[in-house]
Structure formats: structure tokens, C-alpha cells
């Protein structure tokens, strides 16, 4: 059973940068390279959007039109990590964020979608605000 938990959630003055990084653990024998990720926001009575995903292999990251070129998605399979870097926040960008994995037998695809992922952590707070 894999488990998420995200951290590096915080204050932001609008403007600033935070990196957030999703941890997973697992099973013994579990490996993060089967795993596709996602990154999603919930702000205050809205629905939970998609924010960015990344394939198993790293090779395909999609990023919402909203947040491309402010936001960077990585992983790191052999820490068993997920990032998401984020430039240039807005106070309308100010939520709870979460991670959210989804074990694929294909490389290359990722997808922005709640329903597509079926493990998630329990989100860190993002605050943006002068």
C-alpha cells in the first residue's frame, strides 16, 4: 500500500517561491519508477484542479496553463520523492495542495485528473499573502 505525505507548504508573500515535495513510502519492494504523480490544489469551497503531472519515467510533465512557466515538477526515484517548484505565486493560487500517485504500466502518460489517481496524501497548506 503506497502512502503520500507532502510538506513544504507555508507563507508566501505574493510573488514568492516555495518547493513542495511529496514522500512516498510503500511495501518493501515498491518502486516509485511504477508510479505516475500528480499535483492538484483545493482552494477554499472550489474543487480540487489539477496543477501538474508527471509519467512514471519523468520524461512527460504537463503543467495547468495557468501555472506553465512558473512551476516545475520533478521526482527523484531513488529518494522516492516528487517536487513541485513554484515561482511567481499568487494570492489566488493560495490553497491546500496535494499529491497524488497512480500505478501505470505505461511510461509516457500522465494525467491532470482527480479520478485517474487512486493514492493520495493529505495535503499541505499554501498560503499567499502580504
Known amino acids: 500500500q503506497l502512502q503520500l505525505m507532502e510538506s513544504g507548504g507555508g507563507l508566501v508573500e505574493p510573488g514568492g517561491s516555495l518547493r513542495l515535495t511529496c514522500a512516498a513510502s510503500?511495501?518493501?519492494?515498491?518502486?516509485?519508477?511504477?508510479?505516475?504523480f500528480g499535483w492538484f490544489r483545493q482552494a477554499p469551497g472550489k474543487e480540487r484542479e489539477g496543477i501538474s503531472c508527471i509519467s512514471r519515467n519523468g520524461e512527460v510533465i504537463h503543467y495547468s496553463d495557468s501555472v506553465k512557466g512558473r512551476f516545475t515538477t520533478s521526482r527523484d526515484n531513488a529518494k522516492n520523492t516528487v517536487y513541485l517548484q513554484m515561482t511567481g505565486l499568487r494570492p489566488e493560487e493560495a490553497g491546500v495542495y496535494y499529491c497524488?500517485?497512480?500505478?501505470?504500466?505505461?511510461?509516457?502518460?500522465?494525467?491532470?485528473?482527480?479520478?485517474?489517481?487512486?493514492?493520495w496524501g493529505q495535503g499541505t497548506q499554501v498560503t499567499v499573502s502580504s
Open positions: 510503500g511495501a518493501s519492494g515498491f518502486a516509485l519508477e511504477d508510479y505516475a
Open positions: 497524488a500517485a497512480v500505478d501505470v504500466y505505461v511510461d509516457y502518460v500522465c494525467r491532470q485528473v482527480t479520478t485517474w489517481y487512486d493514492t
